[in-house]
Structures are given as structure tokens and as C-alpha cells.
């Protein structure tokens, strides 16, 4: 049996590298004390709340996160890496590669797009709830401040948002310290308290877990709807886990977070022990008064941390959507001359950040958003179990008993806690299932026009071998210069050479049929591969993996040292601009054909996209009918 070891196990660990991981890695569960604990609780608040039940929401706290976080994520999950590189579409990838039929690899796409959409539903709710449960810290300092909480986070998310284009470079390097600052006075605040309520140390035994669930039975079902508030992030763990390898991340967690977080929880308990009323806010009457406000002002920037990592990670997500074909071409802009995942693409940071104040200005206040939080966090949770069963079996060789017997309980608790957030739809559940079916629906529409945009074109294209064949025999004027003809059928001859051939009867003297390959892993090593198919035709095959941005230009370059004559300032670029119409018969629902209408057409110009030469492409139009 083997376990598929990360390629980041062999990275070196030192203190920048965990220093790193704190502030990126972990930014997003390490703000979940602000609001999880006190969500769970107002269930059972309103008769007052019993020693037991405080005890009982605190042990289900713990255990999820030594379940979810520390068995599922940090030991099982991590393991399952695309060559280094994590996330639910590079786990998406891997299982697709044990796929043994093309129902199977699918039914496995459908399961990672329906994952990856609710990251987006997620990416655009964690920046909202952060901020807002940062920004209620000054309601316990004073009262008077409740007016300028709204107003006061809409402030910080625009700021946020607005500064994303200059790259999270020059920010990262105060992530790690203010991260490290951020766990260490909650998991200190909450040791003080622990002190004086030693007894709160027995919610560590499950006993109290399980004593609650049987007593309170649907009402349990309904606060596990709350108390995964308390995982939220855990994906991160695995998303980020190709910028430090799995070893760093499992210290982190094991040597810091983890302790910090499980004392600042076991802490609200204790005080909630001894003081009941301490429910209007547990996280921040944990410190006394002379410390609320630098407490808040921390909260802030450690919420400012966490945003900033989903919104990274939305974008990076955002780009393997693109490169895999599940979203129209997006404008990629890179923030870093060395660092390639360092990139800012602005379509889906004005989305993301239209959606945050959205959600800001209609729910005010983090209760209320905490509903509307568990729905995607949850589902992309079972999603990656899903997945992550079908890897371990199929890639790593574990036995069928012995998967069923680890991931069937982690995947049967992951459906608890995704129910149990179904019932808050009408609070607000809604929100990531609009989103997310939203998002669902558009990738699922462009992979699906895209096929049938690419079967319309093999169905319509002269076959590049009766191309060749006939070349010798017709009287084509071939004129200096070269040809680049971009095409996605490698074996069909481009329209764009067609319509050429047709208006202007000549074909360069050398020619180079262009097709960019995206592979289902984060990187390619082997980029080019070239075959000469007659003197002076060669077709170009550019290989570039989920985690790349293309740049034609810079490849082509390196065809010299392939042995083919190639002069940039020579070259031209031929490309056709599909213009897409319905055909006699649909093979899409009309809607369909009106959003994949709408994407393809606000879809970035393939000159932007692969960074070719505005002044030396030569576009031709055609309309095909799908």
C-alpha cells in the first residue's frame, strides 16, 4: 500500500517557511473564535444556557477540528497531492487519471466543478463575516460605535479589494508576524481564563460531545450547523499546500494553531461558565477592558489576512477553471517577476468584491451572515471527500474495506454538517446556493459549448493530412515571411489558413500550425513539442499545466533550439474570431445558448490571453452554428 508522499515533504522547514505558512495558510480558520462559538450557542440561548450544554457545544468544537482539520486535512487529504500542487481541481485532476471510462472522468468534473464553485461562494463570504465579526468588537467597547460597524467594514473591504492589483508581495512579509502575534494572544487570553475554570477542560472528553447529540437530537443536528463555523479554512490548508510543501503545514498546525485555537475556545467556555450573559460576544470579553480596542484593531488586520488569502486563492482557482477549460479566457496579470502564483485578475476581483459588499450591506451583522456561511464550506468538504475516497483506492492502492472504513465516517460527517446547513437556507443558505449554482451553471455551459464549438469544427475542417497531400499538386504562390496559425484541432486544417487561401492565394513560405495543450497537472516540463509535416510546415504543440499562463511569443523563440528557422519580427498571427449562432437544431437549451453567447463574447481577445502582439495579428471572423 502506498500513500502518495507530497513533494513538499522533501522541502527544507525552517522558521520563514512556518512563519509563511501562519500567514497564509491559516489566516482564515484562525479568525473563526471571533463568531463560531457564540453562533452555536445562541441556539439554546434563549431559556439559558446550561453548564452541560456549554460543554457540550464546546467538545463538538474540539472534535471537529481534530476531525475535520487534523485527520481528514492534515494526515489523509495532503497526501493526495498533483505533484506537490493541492486544491479541490488538482484532486479533481488526480482522480480523473483513474477514471477507466469517460462517464467516469465526468461524473468526477461535474464533482470538482460543483466543489470549486462553492469555493467561490466561500471566497465571497469569508472577507464579509470576517470583517463584520472583527469591526462588532467595538459595540462591546462602546455602544455608540454600532452605527459605523457597516460603514466602517465596507471601508476595509474596499481598501482590500482596491489594493489587490498591486500584488500581495510587499504585504506578505507582515502576514506571518501579525498572524503569529494574532494566535499567540488567543490562545493566551484563552489560557487565563482556563485557569480560573479548570473544570471547562472536561469538554476535551467526547463524553460531553456525545451527551449533547443524544439529548437535544434535532435541535444537536441543527447547531452542527454552526459548529463547523469552527473549520472553516480547512480547505486552505490543502489549496495552499503547493506554495510549502505538507510538512510545514502539519507543524503549524499541530505545534501552534491548533493548541492557540483550542485553548481560546476552551477559554470563551470557561467564561461562559461563570458568567453567562458573557453570550454577547465570549471572544472579545475574554480580554479586559483596556485591551478591546488594540483587540479589535489585531482582529481586523488578522481578518484582513484572511480575506486576503481566499481572495488569492479564488483567483488561482479561478485560473486552473480557465486553463482546464471550464471558463472563458480571463485577464491574468502577473504581480511578481519571480514568483509565478503571485497574479491579480480584475474581472474576478470586481465580482468578488460587488458580492462582498453586497452580502455587508444586506445582512449587517455576523449572525446573521453565519448562515449563510456553513452551505459552501460544507459542500466543497464533501466534495474533496468524495474525491479523495476514489484517489486513495484507485492511485495509492489502499483496499476497498480499508476505505470505507476511513472515509465513509469523515464523508457521513461531512453530510451532517452540509444538512444540517441546509436548514438555514431560508436565513440565508441561500446566498452560496445561488452562488455556487450560479457559478455551477456557467462552467458547466462553457465546457459544454466548447465541445460542441470543437465538434462543429472537426465536422466543418479539411483534414490536415488531405491538406498535405494536395499542396505539392496545387499552384499556391508561397511569399516570404511566416505564418503563426493559432488552432485548437492539432488535425484539422484552421479556418483562419482556409479563408487566407481563399481571399488572398498565397501561403507563406514558413508555416506553423500552433496548439496549446492544457494538462491536468500544476506544471510542464516538456513545453514544446515540434513536427515538421512538410518543407517549411511544422506543427507546434505548447504544453502548459493548470498553475501557468501561457505566452506564445516567448515559446515560439525557443524553437531555434529545436532546429527551426524562426524570426520573431518575421512572424505574423493568424487567429479566428468564432462568432457563435444557434443552428437549425440546438444541441443546447436556449438559455444555455444565450449564456455561452454572453461568455464567449466578453471572453479576453486571444492576443491578450496568450500575450501575442496586438500589431502583428491578422483576425478573421466566422460564424458557426451550434
Known amino acids: 500500500m502506498t500513500s502518495g508522499a507530497s513533494q513538499g515533504e522533501r522541502q527544507p522547514v525552517n522558521a520563514a517557511v512556518l512563519l509563511a505558512v501562519l500567514g497564509i495558510v491559516y489566516g482564515d480558520i484562525g479568525t473563526s473564535p471571533l463568531y463560531s462559538m457564540r453562533a452555536a450557542l445562541l441556539h439554546f440561548s434563549s431559556d439559558g444556557l446550561e453548564r452541560w450544554e456549554i460543554l457540550g457545544i464546546l467538545s463538538l468544537i474540539i472534535w471537529s477540528l481534530i476531525i475535520v482539520v487534523t485527520v481528514k486535512y492534515v494526515w489523509l487529504v495532503t497526501r493526495a497531492d498533483n505533484k506537490g500542487e493541492g486544491g479541490i481541481l488538482a484532486l479533481m485532476a488526480l482522480a480523473q487519471r483513474a477514471a477507466v471510462t469517460e462517464r467516469g472522468r465526468w461524473t468526477i468534473a461535474v464533482v470538482g466543478i460543483a466543489g470549486a464553485a462553492l469555493f467561490f461562494g466561500d471566497g465571497v463570504i469569508t472577507p464579509a463575516i470576517s470583517v463584520l465579526s472583527a469591526m462588532e468588537g467595538l459595540k462591546v467597547i462602546s455602544p455608540a460605535f454600532e452605527g459605523a460597524v457597516v460603514p466602517l467594514s465596507v471601508a476595509v473591504l474596499l481598501a482590500l479589494f482596491l489594493f489587490q492589483y498591486r500584488g500581495t ?29 479548570p473544570e471547562v477542560l472536561a469538554a476535551i472528553s467526547p463524553h460531553y460531545a456525545v451527551r449533547f447529540v443524544l439529548a437535544y437530537h434535532l435541535a444537536a443536528f441543527i447547531a452542527l450547523g454552526s459548529v463547523v463555523l469552527a473549520v472553516t479554512g480547512a480547505e486552505a490548508l490543502y489549496a495552499d499546500m503547493g506554495h510549502f510543501g505538507r510538512r510545514p503545514i502539519q507543524l503549524a498546525w499541530l505545534g501552534f494553531v491548533l493548541p492557540s485555537l483550542a485553548l481560546n475556545y476552551l477559554g470563551q467556555g470557561a467564561l461562559l461558565l461563570s458568567d453567562r450573559a458573557a453570550l454577547e460576544n465570549p ?7 483596556w485591551l478591546r480596542l488594540p ?22 482557482i479561478a485560473r486552473q477553471c480557465v486553463q482546464l477549460g471550464f471558463m472563458p479566457r480571463l485577464v491574468v496579470r502577473h504581480t511578481s517577476e519571480t514568483e509565478e502564483g503571485q497574479i491579480y485578475m480584475p474581472q474576478v476581483n470586481f ?11 444586506s445582512f449587517r451583522n455576523s449572525d446573521s451572515l453565519a448562515a449563510a456561511y456553513g452551505l459552501a464550506v460544507t459542500g466543497t468538504f464533501i466534495a474533496t471527500s468524495m474525491l479523495a475516497g476514489l484517489v486513495f483506492r484507485r492511485r495509492f492502492g489502499w483496499s476497498l474495506p480499508l476505505v470505507i472504513a476511513v472515509f465513509l465516517p469523515l464523508f457521513l460527517l461531512d453530510l451532517a454538517f452540509f444538512l444540517s446547513n441546509v ?45 498535405l497531400a494536395r499542396l505539392p499538386q496545387s499552384r499556391t504562390t508561397r511569399v516570404p515571411g511566416i505564418a503563426v496559425f493559432m488552432t485548437s484541432q492539432a ?6 489558413l482556409l479563408h487566407n487561401l481563399k481571399h488572398n492565394k498565397v501561403l507563406h513560405e514558413r508555416v506553423l500550425f500552433v496548439t496549446v495543450n492544457n494538462e491536468d497537472v500544476p506544471q510542464v516540463t516538456d513545453r514544446r513539442r515540434v513536427e515538421e509535416l512538410a518543407p517549411g510546415i511544422h506543427r507546434v504543440s505548447l504544453c502548459y499545466g493548470f498553475q501557468e499562463s501561457p505566452n506564445i511569443p516567448r515559446e515560439l523563440e525557443g524553437l531555434r533550439e ?10 505574423s498571427y493568424f487567429l479566428g474570431r468564432e462568432t457563435v449562432v444557434a443552428s437549425a437544431i440546438p444541441k443546447m437549451a436556449r438559455w444555455q445558448q444565450w449564456l455561452f453567447g454572453i461568455m464567449s463574447r466578453n471572453s479576453v481577445p486571444a492576443t491578450e490571453f496568450f500575450r501575442i502582439p496586438s500589431d502583428r495579428v491578422v483576425e478573421l ?6
Do not use: C, H
Open 169 to 197: 508581495g510587499s504585504m506578505g512579509a507582515i502576514f506571518g508576524p501579525i498572524t503569529v502575534v494574532w494566535f499567540g494572544v488567543i490562545g493566551l487570553l484563552g489560557l487565563i481564563e482556563v485557569v480560573r475554570e
Open 283 to 289: 471572544f472579545y470579553l475574554l480580554a479586559p477592558e
Open 295 to 316: 483587540l479589535v484593531i489585531l482582529a481586523t488586520a488578522a481578518t484582513i489576512i484572511a480575506s486576503q488569502a481566499m481572495i488569492s486563492g479564488a483567483y488561482s
Open 351 to 361: 465580482a468578488l468584491l460587488l458580492g462582498v459588499i453586497i452580502l455587508v450591506v
Open 423 to 467: 436548514l438555514k437556507i431560508p436565513d440565508g443558505g441561500w446566498v452560496p446556493l445561488l452562488l455556487g449554482g450560479a457559478i455551477f451553471a456557467m462552467m458547466l455551459t462553457w465546457r459544454r459549448g466548447r465541445d460542441l464549438l470543437f465538434s462543429r469544427f472537426r465536422q466543418d475542417s479539411l483534414p490536415l493530412k488531405s491538406f
Open 491 to 496: 488535425d484539422y486544417v484552421p479556418n483562419a
Open 562 to 571: 529545436l532546429g527551426v528557422d524562426y524570426e520573431p519580427m518575421q512572424a
Open 621 to 626: 471572423g466566422v460564424r458557426v452554428a451550434i
